[in-house]
């Protein structure tokens, strides 16, 4: 039976220190009973503490890890079904398909192309995480020895037979590669791989009551990182399957459910794999497998990962100080905006645009937009003359004039007193950015 708040209470130190990052130890407490923080993260419990809470504090699904090393991948150790309710842990997996069957330099070219494919949203940089070598054609091994050459992701090894299984892991089990996969024809052998090597291992059923059982009885073997396949492929039956697998780990606790799982994207073209992709990643695939490699396939996954892995509790946002746009100097014009990166990069993109050399004072704002942070008096004109005195501006340009957002033009007469600066009202909107410097930017400094 699971432990109530008060139970895991009695057993923590009760010094309501907030080193934890919860500021009571009965709040710390509560959140341990929902499965919504671990244990671990109490600097000062005991080893009594721990014995006596052992399995209550635990999340109700695994985090397993693929790989070794800066490359490795978590995925799991999801606690709640919706990210509204707590932020999702460990953002799903993106594996690149390559085909054993493929010739020697078409697999270095594939593997290579995957490993260096990254994009840089928003100023985050995101790349691919996982190579899944076939094995369609009995060459696993050999796959494996050139993978490990040219592969600075972890590895996946598909393959029914425990034969080529065994030949690759001899290869690259140092990796910690997935092992792909367990069934009920070969359960006992590829099993007794994943104990020999260490590696994780796939268990696959297209009946969940039988995916259940083989999760199981791989517990009672001893293997404790595991990653679940349902074996559905068509879309309505990956949602089904993917939903009853995350409920009943997370809302039921049941234990051999709570692992993550691995999707396959499907579809006769490019979008219908998208379409797959993006389900798969939403509903709530640990790993997505693709065939897929354009840039603009995997771009549109990228961002479907980013859009549901994000905390919904807080704003992307960039660090508070001076940036340069293109080459700017000494005279070159100075934009103010907030930290938030849709704002900011929105700015980047159209003074880039329009060729225009510019320096742009950052101001935090917690990742709010201008027009919000002026609401929640987060972009007010003392806090925007703080920024600008604190972030070395003025010892790169000679002259004291800023551009501020139209918006918020109602601030410029008390920035201009708070700040010592002259204060021009630039566009409203940041795609004006272009026009406003070409006709009317020098006019308006005229007169400084």
């Known amino acids: 039976m699971a432990l109530t708040a008060m139970d895991i209470y009695k057993q923590l130190p009760k010094t309501n220190c907030g080193d934890c990052g919860i500021p009571t ?21 005991t080893e009594d503490a721990i014995a006596a809470l052992e399995g209550s504090s635990a999340p109700p699904m695994k985090t397993v890890t693929i790989g070794t090393g800066d490359k490795a991948l978590d995925i799991g150790g999801q606690t709640v079904l919706f990210r509204h309710e707590e932020t999702f842990r460990n953002p799903c997996g ?18 290579t192309t995957a ?3 990254e994009f840089d949203r928003v100023g985050m940089i995101f790349d691919l995480d996982l190579i899944a070598l076939n094995d369609d054609d009995g060459s696993l091994p050999q796959a494996a020895q050139i993978a490990t050459e040219v592969s600075t992701l972890p590895l996946m090894l598909m393959s029914d037979d425990p034969e080529s299984m065994r030949g690759a892991l001899e290869v690259c089990s140092e990796g910690r590669p997935l092992i792909y996969a367990a069934g009920a024809d070969n359960f006992d052998e590829m099993t007794a791989l994943a104990k020999e090597f260490s590696c994780p291992l796939a268990i696959r059923s297209q009946n969940l009551d039988e995916l259940y059982e083989l999760s199981e009885k791989a517990g009672e073997a001893g293997l404790e990182d595991l990653v679940l396949d349902s074996g559905a492929r068509e879309l309505n039956a990956v949602l089904q399957n993917q939903t009853i697998v995350e409920r009943a780990a997370i809302n039921e606790k049941i234990k051999p459910m709570g692992f993550p799982t691995i999707g396959f994207v499907v579809g006769n073209n490019e979008v219908e794999k998208i379409i797959s992709a993006s389900e798969l990643i939403a509903k709530y695939a640990g790993i997505v497998v ?4 354009t840039r603009e396939a995997l771009l549109a996954m990228v961002t479907a990962r980013l859009n549901i ?39 980047e993109a159209d ?13 935090d704002t917690d990742g709010t937009s201008v027009l919000t942070a002026w609401a929640a008096e ?5 806090i925007i003359a703080k920024t600008i005195k604190e972030c070395g501006i003025e010892e790169k340009v000679e002259h004291r004039i800023g551009v501020l957002p139209g918006g918020v033009a109602v601030l410029s007469g008390d920035l201009e007193q708070e700040s010592g600066w002259n204060i021009v009202v630039g566009p409203r909107e940041s795609s004006a950015i272009p026009t406003f410097f070409k006709t009317e930017y020098e006019q308006r400094i005229a007169g400084f």
């Open 25 to 45: 130890c009965l709040a710390f407490a509560m959140k341990l009973a929902q499965g919504q923080a671990s244990l671990d993260e109490c600097p000062h419990v």
């Open 94 to 111: 993106i594996a690149i398909q390559v085909n054993t069957s493929l010739s020697e330099e078409e697999m270095r070219e594939r593997i």
């Open 115 to 117: 490993c260096n494919t």
């Open 290 to 293: 693709t065939d897929l490699l």
């Open 309 to 347: 892995y994000t905390d919904p509790q807080k704003p992307i946002q960039v660090e508070s100080g001076v940036y340069e746009i293109g080459e700017p100097d000494a005279t070159s014009p100075v934009l103010i905006t907030t930290n938030f990166s849709l704002t900011y990069y929105t700015v």
């Open 351 to 363: 003074t880039s645009a329009g060729n225009i050399d510019a320096w742009v004072v950052v101001v």
């Open 378 to 382: 987060d972009f007010t004109p003392e």
